[in-house]
T-cell receptor, first 113, second 108 residues
Framework: ETGVTQTPRHLVMGMTNKKSLKCEQHLGHNAMYWYKQSAKKPLELMFVYNFKEQTENNSVPSRFSPECPNSSHLFLHLHTLQPEDSALYLC????????????FGEGSRLTVL | GESVGLHLPTLSVQEGDNSIINCAYSNSASDYFIWYKQESGKGPQFIIDIRSNMDKRQGQRVTVLLNKTVKHLSLQIAATQPGDSAVYFCVYGQNFVFGPGTRLSVLP
């Protein structure tokens, strides 16, 4: 148990669907991250939030829309995705950005049909 | 067409032997390095970290070595166990850039 919970663990959606991934951390951390892990590429950083403010958007397409209502919760809203977006989406948190260890959730496995 | 998976370097070691996993990094300005372990079906897990003012750091059964001259990082695992089988990532730089990973397979 890492203290970072992701739901759902598995999600199948069509290209016209709208869905959301949720991440919650119970560690009192101030920074939260979304990473994408696919069979074709190593872990790719998508977004970074520090004290609820987005500090990094790693050229992610607008069909992925993050939301961080508070330091404990992070969402990834999905809309009109493509089959190549099928991947494992990992959420992580850390006490602060750029230093310290990241605590990862177990990921949400997304399949886009 | 058929999708092509990421071909990770693989290290196979006998149970009980020592393992050495290597990582070359490109950003000479990096001052903080971390090793993560990812078991099948799980998110990555922190193993050990090291700052650039150190050459070596030891943990429980693990040692990280940093050679800034050649921009090389290594993770040594002593007395490798079946539970050590996983993909190992070195992480460095701003916003924790993950390397491609090395798969460690422990043979019985």
């Amino acid at each position: 148990e890492t203290g970072v919970t992701q739901t759902p663990r598995h999600l199948v959606m069509g290209m016209t669907n709208k869905k959301s991934l949720k991440c919650e951390q119970h560690l009192g951390h101030n920074a939260m991250y979304w990473y994408k892990q696919s069979a074709k590429k190593p872990l790719e950083l998508m977004f970074v939030y520090n004290f609820k403010e987005q500090t990094e958007n790693n050229s992610v397409p607008s069909r992925f829309s993050p939301e961080c209502p508070n330091s404990s919760h992070l969402f990834l809203h999905l809309h009109t995705l493509q089959p190549e977006d099928s991947a494992l989406y990992l959420c992580a948190s850390s006490q602060k950005t750029n230093t310290g260890e990241l605590f990862f959730g177990e990921g949400s496995r997304l399949t886009v049909l | 067409g058929e999708s092509v998976g990421l071909h990770l370097p693989t290290l196979s070691v006998q149970e009980g032997d020592n393992s050495i996993i290597n990582c070359a990094y490109s950003n000479s300005a990096s001052d903080y390095f971390i090793w993560y372990k990812q078991e099948s079906g799980k998110g990555p897990q922190f193993i050990i970290d090291i700052r650039s003012n150190m050459d070596k750091r030891q943990g429980q059964r693990v040692t990280v070595l940093l050679n800034k001259t050649v921009k090389h990082l290594s993770l040594q695992i002593a007395a490798t166990q079946p539970g050590d089988s996983a993909v190992y990532f070195c992480v460095y730089g701003q916003n924790f850039v993950f390397g491609p990973g090395t798969r460690l397979s422990v043979l019985p």
